[in-house]
């Protein structure tokens, strides 16, 4: 039988799994007060399209585990910009290029940032 998460541990659960596969720069954004699309973005980044690819494979892995399953995802082609949407969590993974050409941090610099270490 599987487990089911909370959404905090839902959080811990991906932040890991990307950190396993050596995420660079991992946020995560509250904006469950700033937006109705969802409640959290988690950003990171990659150095290579395989290691992006990777990333995005590990956090699927990770969260189906405990029955979380993605309501859709894109990207994955060209791997400059993967988004993973479970839902209440929307993950995205960038090439460095990419990441600081769409700034999303700084476009979502208003919520809340939150920590939750490795």
């Not at 950190?19 to 991992?26: E, L, M, Q, S, T």
């Not at 494979?57 to 399953?69: A, I, P």
């Not at 859709?72 to 839902?87: T, V």
Request: hydrophobic share 40%; no cysteine.
């Amino acid at each position: 039988m599987k487990k089911t998460l909370d959404i905090k541990e839902a959080l811990k659960v991906a932040y890991k799994a990307l950190d396993d596969k050596f995420g660079n720069d991992i946020v995560v954004l509250n904006i469950s007060e700033k937006s109705i699309l969802t409640d959290y973005f988690i950003i990171a980044d990659g150095t290579n399209a395989s290691q992006i690819k990777a990333m995005a494979d590990e956090v699927n892995e990770k969260l189906g585990k405990f029955g979380l399953r993605i309501n859709q995802s894109e990207g994955r082609d060209n791997a400059e910009w993967i988004l993973l949407d479970y839902g209440d969590i929307i993950i995205h993974i960038f090439d460095k290029a990419n990441r600081d050409f769409y700034d999303i941090e700084r476009i979502w610099s208003d919520a809340e940032k939150v920590e939750l270490g490795k």
